[in-house]
């Protein structure tokens, strides 16, 4: 081709001419439209652009920064042939899967109710709450989870802010086989930052540039819509927030990514300066965003202010839309992305939906800045079940209570017991008139099955129990036992309880002392072992105060000793039967010795080490709570103690809990772990002999 009709040759002319009409001399003293500017960006960066489609989306500045000859200049440019022009790279995903840009959001815009698209922060917004840390192996351990889950969106983190995201996104990008993510999950993720600095062109932007470099194939950036924010907070002149906001969207849609735009303190600065808020979504448009999200940053919006801000938000960006794309043609969708301070982000996430915001953003539990973000366990769960919308999670649905606990588990966090339909308490029922009616009809007391979330129906036993929750306990064990002597029997359970919790007990999260309260109520069934006798003795050679111990060892003169500080050691001795399989009368008593940090860890320790020769199963058995509460506590040292102690099977991942109440601390966490063990061998053993003997031990 001749080099004076060449595109470059061509743009070089559109340019010189341009300067000319203006009579500016200096390239750098002309202010370039910004389809220019990102040009001219990127092609400092080692990399040239794609120009548009002739039905994509226009990029053109917002009025108040368009500079005289540009839409000529545009029409010029846009003229140029594309094929003459290289394709980006930039270290962007390879991958073989639709893009997000490509599949979810590319029919135009999404609206609510009707369908929603879920957008998971949990690993950016989630990660900034007090004592949350998260590891890099942990981020892909969640962002799997949450992939296989079929979340649209997952915010992986801020590549441009810290190490640890850098190095998530880089090592994302690897092959598989090479330690990287599976496609499936990298199309799903989206890199968040924020718009560029003043005074600076987002080409030269560092952390724009970082959001680039990672790779994702979405990113979503941060911007001011709040007209103090952006005077008094980052101190910038309006106008220029606004050409902010449009380079920074135009420049990132121009090297191939799809565009979200964070509008921050949305509700608030619509409330403040409704104008202003409305010519920063304006900019977001017209620079290329196929999102906006309304944010709810403070957590202070009111559920009516939503509804109401939202609408009217809506309408006047499809008028917007209208002289920008033509009559009718609505290409963004709206998002909603709110904190939980007033306790309403789940409110809110859900108003705005009915309002017709098209994603939520959230994340899972809850967990975030503060008192934490939009809960999408509870979101997902409603949209889906009350208001019937699609979202592609509604086919995963089942999964929403393990991905909740798993969340919890690799964080490190105490599950919320109360949460909303992942909870281990969400159907959970105590009073003896909600159970009656619950054997009548499930739906008497629950507002969804619990098997929809992946839950399930819990009755619970205490002093406020009826009859019912007794006789769903027994029924649930599937006991060969005549109708009129369940009856009885749950009777004379129920009062025992009521007695025993009078006295201290609570049953409500010790659901395996209760079975096996039941279980002994039958015939045909004894402890496959019975505790004889036992001793804990306690060894400590430093008897000395806190400040007296410091003081020693800051001398170096603390003596060495051969017995270990806090060395307990407990003795114990049990009956079992020689071959649990064999139905003769054929039992022994062992004695064992064992040690541990505490008596209650000798003693542990001592009971299966007494009992594993019989039952070889208990060595999957672990202790993983023990707590203890003084009841009492007037009563100084003779005070009574409850100790509940949970256990765990590591070859079923079974959980159970048992508890026990005495004044002696020792003896009432040797009865809750005897009951654990028991608990744990219930079905090992089909029928025991020792308590036919002699009643030795009785």
Not at 105 to 116: F, I, M, Q
Not at 312 to 334: H, N, Q, W, Y
Not at 416 to 433: E, I, Q, R
Request: charged share 25%; glycine share 6%.
């Amino acid at each position: 081709m001749n080099a004076l009709h060449s595109p470059y040759a061509k743009l070089a002319s559109i340019i010189t001419l341009t300067l000319l009409f203006l009579n500016i001399h200096s390239v750098e003293a002309f202010q370039p439209p910004s389809a220019l500017l990102v040009s001219s960006c990127a092609s400092r960066h080692g990399f040239s652009i794609a120009l548009q489609e002739k039905n994509d989306e226009p990029t053109t500045a917002p009025a108040s920064v368009r500079s005289t000859p540009t839409d000529w200049i545009r029409e010029e440019f846009e003229s140029l042939p594309q094929t003459h022009l290289p394709t980006p790279h930039l270290g962007e995903f390879k991958t073989g899967k639709v893009t997000s840009s490509e599949g979810l959001l590319s029919k135009g815009r999404v609206v609510g109710p009707d369908r929603v698209l879920v957008y998971d922060t949990t690993l950016r917004d989630g990660t900034q709450m007090e004592s949350i840390s998260v590891s890099c192996n942990d981020k892909f351990k969640i962002a799997q989870r949450l992939s296989k889950f079929n979340m649209d969106y997952i915010e992986a983190g801020w590549p441009g802010s810290n190490p640890k995201d850098e190095q998530f996104f880089s090592q994302a990008k690897l092959p598989m086989e090479e330690g990287g993510l599976d496609e499936t999950t990298k199309s799903k993720l989206v890199a968040f930052g924020s718009t560029r600095r003043k005074g600076i062109k987002a080409c030269d932007d560092g952390q724009i540039q970082k959001l680039i470099e990672s790779g994702a194939p979405t990113i979503c950036i941060v911007a001011k819509a709040h007209l103090w924010q952006v005077t008094d907070i980052i101190r910038a002149d309006p106008d220029e927030n606004l050409q902010m906001i449009f380079d920074s969207v135009s420049h990132l849609k121009q090297v191939g990514r799809e565009v979200m735009v964070d509008l921050e303190h949305y509700f608030d600065g619509f409330k403040f300066d409704k104008e202003y808020t409305l010519k920063c979504c304006k900019a977001a448009i017209e620079g290329g965003a196929k999102v906006l999200v309304m944010c709810d940053t403070n957590g202070g919006s009111m559920p009516w202010e939503v509804d109401q801000i939202t609408r009217e938000t809506i309408a006047m960006c499809d008028e917007l839309e209208s002289e920008i794309f033509g009559p009718g043609d609505k290409r963004v969708t709206f998002g909603m992305h709110a904190h939980n301070d007033c306790g309403l982000a789940v409110a809110n996430s859900l108003t705005a939906a009915k309002a017709g915001v098209g994603l939520i953003q959230g994340t899972v539990n809850g967990i975030g800045e503060r008192t934490g973000n939009a809960d999408l366990c509870s979101i997902v769960p409603s949209l889906a079940l009350h208001v019937e919308t699609k979202m592609n999670v509604n086919e995963n649905l089942e999964e929403i209570t393990g991905l909740s606990r798993f969340l919890d588990e690799t964080l490190n966090r105490t599950p919320n017991k109360g949460a909303p339909y992942v909870g281990h308490s969400a159907f959970a029922h105590k009073g003896g008139l909600h159970v009656a009616a619950l054997e009548r009809s499930p739906d008497s007391y629950q507002h969804i099955d619990p098997s929809r979330v992946g839950n399930q129906l819990r009755v619970l036993i205490s002093e406020l129990s009826g009859r019912q929750n007794i006789l769903g306990k027994i029924k649930k064990l599937d006991l060969d036992i005549a109708d009129d002597v369940v009856a009885e029997r749950a009777l004379v359970i129920l009062d025992r309880v009521k007695r025993l919790e009078s006295m201290g007990y609570t049953f409500e999260g010790a659901d395996a002392s209760v079975e096996l309260m039941i279980l002994h109520s039958t015939q045909g069934y004894c402890p496959p072992f019975r505790v004889l006798d036992y001793t804990a003795q306690v060894y400590d050679t430093n008897v000395d105060s806190a400040s007296r111990v410091m003081s020693k060892m800051e001398n170096g003169h603390q003596k060495d000793t051969n017995v270990a500080p806090n060395m307990a050691r407990a003795t114990i001795k049990v009956r079992v039967l020689d071959d649990p399989k064999k139905s003769e009368d054929e039992f022994l008593d062992r004695l064992e010795v064992s040690e541990g940090k505490g008596p209650v860890d000798a003693l542990a320790n001592a009971l299966k080490k007494a009992l594993a020769p019989s039952h070889p199963s208990l060595d999957n058995l672990q202790l993983i709570d023990y707590k203890v509460r003084i009841l009492d506590p007037e009563s100084a040292t003779q005070a009574a103690t409850r100790v509940m102690i949970e256990f765990s099977d590591t070859s079923t991942n079974q959980k159970w809990s048992t508890v026990s109440v005495d004044r002696n601390i020792i003896s009432a966490s040797l009865n809750a772990l005897v009951d654990g063990f028991e608990y744990a061998l219930k079905d090992v053993v089909a029928s025991c002999v020792i308590d036919h003997v002699d009643h030795k031990f009785e």
